[in-house]
């Protein structure tokens, strides 16, 4: 426990007593990782005191910080103690070889295969400079009964920061991620609402996921996701999404480069309303709702550079401001592909619930704010056949075949958009108001 410095004044004398700066002054207790290490010293990566980083994560303290070495850590960690810092000193590699179920999901119960995890009681986290591949497991990893996650952090009571920079995030697609799974970083708060996360994700670069690159969800959750670098490939097996913020958390999506979101195999799709079923550049799905499902807070998707996602950016069920994007496809373009779409609540709305308990569909909001301003959307030329630059208030489907028909709407404002080489500049729909 740090005591503080206490100095008295006495007249103009300014006779001075301080009491001696004892751990107030000191600096923060630091464990060293190198692999197969084990030295009493435990002061340098050269003498490091652990040879693996769950056994320092097991020795360290509330608060302490880990240098993890260069070298490859063939291993899954788990973290249950608050505010510990893994921080990387050159190439430090978390690459596991075997996998073992150690988290399940707060919000579905799923069960989780996590790289690295961060667990209640914990609360707080910070990662840089570091490594986390699952290339040696994800074959392993049943996409249908397990979800693959590369970082996780969980808080599910309290009031907690978390950061992760400058790290990468690589090969996290199970089997069967058409189930839905495969995380590069995923930020849960869980259904209570009892915890206030502010999580930065800055600056770090995640590829090969399953499902999304980065997901940020539940009600108390904030999140600055800012300068990542999000890639993957068109596939067939399920829509991705480069960033998915939603389910209550809100936040700001910034400065990113994401490409590559599309679902190739949309033209057999039996969903009434398709276009629920593309992948996104940046996905808010139900953003910023309360525990009642009222929308309560705004997104801010501002200065992302979007090229080659069959949606740039999503805003289903949400209050948005979308602004200053720059949203591209290269030659010959993605067909039916879509710059900026919003809808009121979309035909899966009825399958997810508000932490009361009722469906999105019936509580989805009136007159959600969306405004869309000084975007850049550039499609291939002659124009992908049946493109959007910007699709407002869609409610062009009705209900059917299991999927929910429109329900709220959005009170829109649209400004410099900036469109070129699409077939339909511009549409505000019936599900919008100005």
Request: charge should be negative; include cysteine; proline fraction near 4%.
């Amino acid at each position: 426990m740090s005591r503080k410095v206490l100095a008295v004044f006495v007249g103009v004398a300014a006779a001075a007593i301080a009491l001696p700066a004892t751990s107030a002054m000191a600096s923060t207790p630091t464990l060293y990782v190198s692999p197969g290490a084990s030295n009493v010293a435990d002061s340098s990566c050269s003498t490091a005191g652990y040879g693996t980083i769950q056994s320092a994560v097991n020795a360290a303290a509330p608060g302490d910080k880990i240098v993890v070495c260069a070298g490859t850590y063939p291993e899954q960690v788990t973290i249950t103690t608050s505010n510990l810092t893994l921080a990387g000193q050159g190439i430090a590699v978390i690459q596991p070889t075997s996998a073992s179920v150690n988290a399940s999901d707060l919000d579905s119960g799923q069960p989780i295969v996590s790289i690295v995890a961060v667990e209640s009681p914990a609360i707080g986290a910070h990662f840089s400079n570091l490594t986390i591949d699952g290339s040696a497991i994800e074959s392993s990893v049943d996409g249908c009964s397990d979800d693959l996650v590369g970082l996780l952090y969980q808080a599910s009571a309290g009031t907690a920061t978390a950061s992760v920079a400058h790290v990468t995030v690589e090969n996290v697609t199970p089997m069967n991620s058409g189930c839905g799974s495969g995380q590069g970083i995923l930020v849960q708060g869980g259904t209570s609402g009892s915890a206030k996360v502010t999580a930065t994700v800055s600056n770090n670069s995640i590829s090969g996921y399953g499902k999304n690159g980065i997901t940020c969800g539940d009600v108390g959750v904030k999140c600055n996701i800012t300068t990542n670098t999000i890639t993957t490939s068109p596939t067939d097996v399920v829509a991705q999404n480069g960033v998915q913020v939603g389910f209550g958390a809100a936040g700001t999506v910034s400065g990113n480069t994401i490409s590559g979101n599309y679902w190739t195999a949309y033209a057999s799709d039996t969903n009434v309303q398709p276009e629920s079923d593309y992948g996104a550049g940046v996905l808010l799905y139900a953003a910023g709702i309360n525990a009642a499902g009222a929308t309560t807070l705004s997104t801010t998707v501002k200065a992302n550079h979007l090229t080659n996602n069959q949606i740039g950016v999503e805003v289903v069920d949400s209050a948005a401001a979308v602004t200053g994007n720059t949203i591209l496809e290269s030659s010959p373009g993605i067909a039916d592909s879509i710059g900026v779409y919003g809808v009121g609540c979309d035909a899966y709305c009825g399958y997810f619930n508000d932490n009361d308990g009722a469906a999105l569909n019936t509580v989805a909001a009136s007159n959600q704010a969306v405004s869309v301003s000084n975007n850049t959307i550039n499609f291939a030329s002659p124009a992908p056949a049946r493109s959007y630059g910007i699709w407002l208030g869609d409610d062009a489907w009705s209900a059917g075949g299991g999927d929910y028909g429109p329900a709220g709407t959005e009170k829109v404002s649209v400004t410099n958009p900036g469109i070129h080489n699409v077939a339909h500049l511009l549409v505000i729909d019936a599900g919008a108001t100005f």
